[in-house]
């Protein structure tokens, strides 16, 4: 994780640190309250705006595997996807596809790595104050958690790059 995400300007894990400190938030592999799948940026990590899906990129089994059980086991399960810009990473999806969706608490893969980053970790924050104050309203968690999946993955990743590529191909400007 100590690589640069694409457009950005401090390494990932230090950018990473710094948002989750500012947010009040501690690292606990313990039992924490809430638990953060952050898929980092990949080696060539691309922007699924302007450049075609990728071949394969890191193999995410085990983390998957991990994801896999912590929904089993109904613990909060937020999925911060920093793997490229403008969108999921498709490989990693595929794969989650086996998991239920449904079962997580949150998911964000938007624009930069830091969006994606604080919009996973909003939703964390949405979670930890909601149960401290015995408030967390479940149905809006599901529905933002359905309009991250509906926007950063069956649009930015799946739609638009097939619009993109009619566009292309017609000659048409995308932009």
């Not at 809430?34 to 922007?47: N, Q």
Request: glycine share 8%; hydrophobic share 40%.
């Amino acid at each position: 994780m100590g690589r640069k995400a694409l457009y950005e300007t401090t390494a990932f894990r230090e950018a990473f640190h710094t948002y989750m400190r500012h947010l009040g938030f501690i690292v606990d592999h313990g039992a924490p309250d809430i638990e953060l799948y952050l898929h980092p940026p990949v080696p060539k990590s691309c922007d699924l705006f302007l450049e075609p899906h990728p071949d394969r990129s890191l193999d995410v089994t085990q983390f998957v595997d991990l994801l896999r059980m912590s929904v089993a086991a109904r613990n909060y399960a937020i999925l911060i996807d920093c793997g490229h810009a403008n969108g999921a990473d498709p490989h990693l999806l595929n794969q989650i596809s086996k998991v239920t969706l449904a079962g997580l608490s949150g998911f964000s893969a938007s624009g930069t790595a830091s969006t994606s980053v604080g919009t996973g970790l909003a939703q964390a924050a949405m979670i930890a104050l909601g149960n401290k104050t015995g408030k967390l309203n479940i149905e809006e968690c599901t529905r933002l958690l359905w309009l991250r999946i509906l926007d950063d993955y069956l649009f930015q990743t799946i739609a638009r790059s097939e619009i993109q590529g009619r566009c292309i191909k017609n000659g048409i400007d995308r932009f």
